[in-house]
């Protein structure tokens, strides 16, 4: 019984993880370029937030998954 | 709101050409338009030509362009020093300007030589000053007599000082003194003391070896090293007097003359603007014509303006807005006070076409309801209405700050209903303190019924949006694209239905007919949207389940501020307790500005505008002074 529960945090821990992690590596590209673009043409501020807030659809869809897990597998 | 344009022809005889567009500039109200294309109808093209300048204009302006350079020459060699304003009428000196300028260009850029020159060897004094004082304490050990010579050197790498030191061994037959010491900005320098007959084998052997030695300045000419010291400390201080007396007489020449000199500038500006703006004009045989585009609700305006000052000769129509016209139609956006602080946000995205929606008021409503939902906390909510309210009254100058402060505002006044809602005062204070339960939901443990209650604002929100970029593509008659919106909506809310059956909030019985309802409703998405339909589709349920992200951040909010109530509780000390509770719930609201901000807006650019605002307007910009 313990150890299932064990399972079933680790399994919604990696479901949340693994997105976070891809989406932080994602944004620290697009945030980079996003800033050298800034630096040269400041009127894309909206297009950079842009940019850079699409990969976080990831780590929102891992939360997702992560609370399915934790609240619907018995 | 988008204001509505008209599309404006102006006509009258030529030689009132200048002072039609003088009183444009007056009025600030109308956008010339330099292209034909869509004004001039191409029967009537081969009437009609660009406007030329006479001869005596023509000069007008080359002496204008001339001298506006000259004075942007000499305003760059003075001080940026916040100067008073010039009440001289500029068009009365504007003559005896042109003649000083070259003469006042040239005094300003003796000052500004004298003054750069004398920072240069103050820079050179602080430099060498760090080399003598680390040689200074070297030459106490080390008595100057005239048969020996004392050579310093600033070593690169300090594991070179002893192959130095064997190298300058063999070259002096061991009569050398080396010592090393380290200066103020952690360079090693070095102190060769050797006779004199040898000093310059030693000092060839260092040049050969790339091992430089500490040159100054040729004013020091044959000091010794404690000479130099004297020198160098005495000629600092001069100096530093010296670029304040050139630091004033800079500042002294730009209070007399700058005011005058920008005054005159700006009024060029203005003249130049004018002679430019007539080469956008087009003229006939007798008559000149501007088109442009102006507000529709000051034609009127502009209308009376002209009759009074110009008389009846003067026409201002305004001509049929044809459908090519809208999409060259600048974009001016006006909103009602309340939505106006907005304008902020919406002013990172390019402008709308004219022909699309100002999102403005669309920010203005959902995006505090969205801040107050995620951080959703009475507690907090009361300390961000007061640094909303700090802003708004410090930086009451600074449109964008106090702008931002009203949004914070705003928001604060939902985070406060919210949190009232969720039962939140700095977490569960009230809880703790009171035993009072939350007059809604307690969002830390409620998890599964917020993140229904987020996908439910999100599937509102994206239908919102699809709805109004349906009821716009039918506007434009791109019936297609209207038809794949309006069906998206209802495919959304059958896949809704299906699912909400599965929790027994829908009829089970219906839930049949919903799927084969979504599956008749396919083939059509299918001609509507094209081959890219299901991906669009998709994306539209990706949108909805990115709303998520309202309860996700809330929650973690939420779970700061009970670890916040939790550890001040264990300290087991009130005032510990305090500390630590109100540094965490600190962080906490630092975070619930930025966080919720920042999450808020995407929904808006990303989930929200992609699905109605189309983006690429130009920008309204009048002829004004």
Redesign the interface.
């Known amino acids: 019984m313990n150890l299932e529960k064990v399972l079933i945090a680790f399994c919604a821990a990696l479901a949340i993880g693994i997105p976070a992690i891809a989406t932080a590596w994602a944004q620290s590209r697009i945030g980079a370029a996003g800033a050298g673009t800034l630096a040269e043409k400041p009127e894309l501020t909206g297009t950079v937030i842009i940019l850079v807030a699409i990969p976080e659809t990831m780590v929102i869809l891992g939360f997702v998954v992560a609370t399915m897990i934790l609240f619907t597998v018995k | 709101m988008i204001i509505r344009m008209s599309k404006i022809e102006i006509a009258g005889p030529k030689d009132l050409l200048q002072q039609v567009l003088s009183l444009l500039r007056e009025l600030g109200l109308f956008q010339v338009e330099p292209a034909a294309i869509g004004f001039i109808d191409s029967a009537d093209e081969q009437h009609v030509r660009s406007f030329s300048l006479d001869e005596k204009t023509t000069i007008e302006r080359l002496y204008l362009e001339d001298l506006r350079l000259k004075i942007d020459d000499l305003v760059s060699l003075l001080p940026h020093a916040a100067v008073r304003e010039s009440y001289i009428d500029p068009p009365t000196v504007i003559e005896a300007l042109a003649r000083m300028v070259d003469h006042h260009t040239v005094q300003a850029r003796e000052l500004s030589e004298r003054r750069d020159a004398l920072q240069k060897e103050r820079v050179e004094l602080e430099r060498n000053a760090v080399f003598l004082s680390a040689v200074a304490s070297l030459l106490q050990s080390a008595k100057e007599t005239p048969n020996l010579e004392f050579i310093g050197l600033t070593v690169r790498d300090p594991a070179m000082v002893g192959n130095l030191r064997e190298a300058i061994s063999r070259i002096t037959d061991w009569k050398y003194e080396f010592q090393t010491g380290t200066a103020g900005d952690g360079t090693v320098v070095g102190l060769i003391t050797v006779e004199k007959a040898i000093a310059d084998k030693v000092k060839r052997s260092l040049a050969d070896e790339q091992v430089p030695e500490l040159t100054f300045p040729a004013a020091f000419g044959s000091m010794t090293f404690t000479e130099k010291i004297a020198y160098v400390n005495q000629r600092k201080i001069e100096a530093a007097a010296e670029i304040e007396g050139a630091t004033a007489a800079q500042e002294r020449f730009a209070h007399r003359w700058l005011p005058l000199y920008r005054s005159v500038r700006d009024w060029i500006d203005g003249r130049l603007s004018l002679l430019r703006t007539t080469a956008s004009a087009y003229e006939t045989k007798m008559c000149f014509f501007i088109h442009g585009w102006m507000p529709s609700r000051d034609l009127e305006r502009i209308r009376g303006s002209l009759l009074r000052s110009l008389g009846p000769q003067v026409v201002v129509e305004e001509k049929e807005m044809r459908e090519q016209d809208l999409e060259h139609v600048p974009i001016a956006l006006r909103n009602p006070a309340y939505f106006r602080p907005f304008e902020l946000m919406t002013s990172?995205?390019?402008l709308p076409a004219y022909r699309s929606y100002d999102p403005t008021p669309f920010i203005g409503i959902f995006f505090p309801i969205f801040f107050g939902i995620i951080l959703g906390d009475a507690g907090y909510g009361l300390v961000l209405l007061l640094g909303a309210w700090y802003l708004r009254k410090r930086f009451r100058g600074d449109q964008r700050i106090h702008d931002g402060g009203t949004i914070l505002m705003i928001s604060s006044g939902y985070t406060i209903f919210f949190g009232v809602l969720f039962g939140e005062f700095f977490g569960d204070l009230p809880e703790r303190l009171f035993h009072l339960q939350p007059l809604c939901v307690e969002r830390r443990t409620a998890?599964?019924p917020m993140?229904i209650f987020s996908l439910a604002i999100g599937a509102g929100h994206v239908v919102l949006g699809l709805l109004l970029g349906a009821m716009n593509a039918f506007q434009r008659n791109l019936k297609r694209e209207g038809l794949f919106k309006a069906l998206s909506i209802v495919v959304i809310f059958l896949i809704a239905a299906v699912l909400a059956s599965f929790f027994g909030v829908f009829p089970l019985v219906l839930k049949r007919p919903a799927v084969l309802l979504i599956l008749f409703l396919t083939p059509l998405l299918l001609f509507a949207g094209g081959i890219l339909a299901p991906l669009e589709f998709l994306k539209s349920i990706?949108n909805i389940?990115?709303y998520?992200?309202i309860t996700?951040i809330g929650l973690t909010s939420v779970l700061l501020a009970y670890v916040a109530n939790q550890l001040g509780g264990l300290t087991g000390d009130v005032v510990l307790g305090v500390v630590v509770a109100g540094l965490i719930h600190g962080l906490n609201i630092v975070l619930g500005v930025f966080s919720p901000t920042?999450?808020s807006?995407?929904l808006h650019?990303?989930e929200f505008f992609s699905k109605f605002v189309e983006h690429g307007g130009r920008k309204f910009e009048p002829l004004k002074k």
Do not use: C, E, F
């Open positions: 990172l995205l390019p998890i599964v993140l990706g389940i990115s998520v992200r996700a920042i999450h807006l995407r650019y990303v």
